[in-house]
């Protein structure tokens, strides 16, 4: 995910354009979120001369998979984004609008790592109205009812239902 931005520093090109296939190494950072199935990224866009330093504009694109987050069950989730950002040589680390290269290399890597990491969401559902699973037999309730539920008398109830008892 390397750029030489010397063509354009000297004049010699225009614009660099992207079209390239990202794929995901550093695993660990994602082992926190429900993300099961990591794909490979799409990215499409250019880099351009701008002011005394460069622009970036990309976009990218992938499908991966998240486990829903009250079934468990694999659901399909698109990881889609654009970053449009100035490149410079000085600028102040912190600043989100800024990619700072120290060189004439610019590395994609972790400008797209960190857009998407920072843009995935924390849980995915299969469906809103998803009905997870028996917290007792842990059966998938989307596929229909299991045997506990039938005898499964809310506590508070069970209370009442003595008191009638009693009268
Ligand atoms: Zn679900
Ligand atoms: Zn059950």
């Given at each position: 995910m390397k750029y030489d931005l010397s063509p354009l520093s000297a004049k010699k090109l225009n614009v660099i354009e992207i079209d390239t296939t990202f794929t995901f190494t550093d695993e660990d950072a994602l082992s926190?979120?429900?993300?099961c199935t990591v794909n490979p990224v799409n990215v499409k866009g250019t880099i351009k001369s701008y002011g005394n330093g460069f622009k970036l504009d990309i976009s990218y694109e992938s499908t991966w998979q998240y486990?829903?987050?009250?079934?468990l069950e694999p659901v399909d989730y698109v990881i889609k984004g654009e970053i449009i950002r100035s490149i410079v040589k000085?600028?102040?680390?912190?600043?989100?609008d800024y990619v700072v290269v120290e060189s004439t290399v610019i590395d994609l890597y972790d400008v797209i790592y960190n857009d998407i990491v920072l843009n995935l969401p924390s849980q995915v559902m299969c469906d809103e109205e998803c009905k997870g699973?028996?917290?007792?037999?842990?059966?998938?309730?989307n596929t229909g009812a299991c045997e506990?539920?039938?005898?499964?008398?809310d506590p508070r109830l069970a209370k009442l239902k003595n008191l009638f008892t009693h009268d």
């Open positions: 926190n979120s429900m993300v486990q829903c987050g009250r079934c000085d600028g102040n680390d912190g600043d989100d699973l028996c917290p007792n037999c842990g059966k998938n309730l506990c539920s039938v005898d499964n008398v």
